[in-house]
């Protein structure tokens, strides 16, 4: 195999930097070694970009069970040579965040696999969101089916129960008089 000119970032790091999502590009395997990383996922982490440069996964301190799906990730992408998405909860300053990731590999001339782009999004938020919106539509579809409105009021707590345990619930009834 063809030894390949070492990969430029001119120009990535301008945009990059303008992103609010972690970017980072990894070499490959076996150590899958950080060449990049933006702004936006340095700063949360209190390090410098230069920081991650150079290192692999496990030798900045990332949990074990992470490092091992982050690397089982990239060796089925090397494997496919196709974009891959992955989802995954984190330790992020002082909050568990669910994360989404897009990973797509940069391919040599030869078809190797030379890096991997990782594009990676906090979706705590829309992750929080998904039980309440489920159960609203449950409450929707339990009301357009003609329920009771003691069913409805049962529907209600028991999924606010399910969705906030330990919570107090309180219900507010109008009437239309």
């Given at each position: ?63 074990e069970h992470l490092t091992r799906l982050w690397i089982g990730h ?104």
């Amino acid at each position: 195999m063809a030894t390949a000119a070492p990969l430029k970032f001119e120009g990535l790091e301008a945009f990059a930097d303008s992103a609010t999502d972690f970017i980072s590009v990894h070499g490959p395997g076996p150590h899958y070694r950080y060449l990049f990383v933006n702004e936006a996922l340095a700063r949360p982490t209190g390090r410098r970009r230069e920081d991650y440069v150079g290192h692999a996964l496990a030798e900045l301190g990332l949990p074990e069970h992470l490092t091992r799906l982050w690397i089982g990730h990239m060796e089925r992408i090397a494997q496919t040579r196709e974009p891959a998405g992955l989802e995954f909860e984190a330790r992020l300053i002082d909050e568990t965040q669910v994360l989404q990731a897009r990973v797509h590999p940069l391919l040599a001339a030869d078809g190797s696999v030379e890096a991997f782009v990782w594009i990676t999004r906090d979706t705590s938020e829309t992750a929080r969101a998904e039980p309440i919106r489920a159960s609203q539509e449950q409450v929707m579809r339990l009301i357009l089916s003609g329920a009771t409105l003691q069913q409805i009021i049962k529907m209600i707590v028991t999924l606010a129960e399910k969705n906030s345990p330990g919570r107090p619930i309180a219900l507010m009834l109008t009437s239309p008089d």
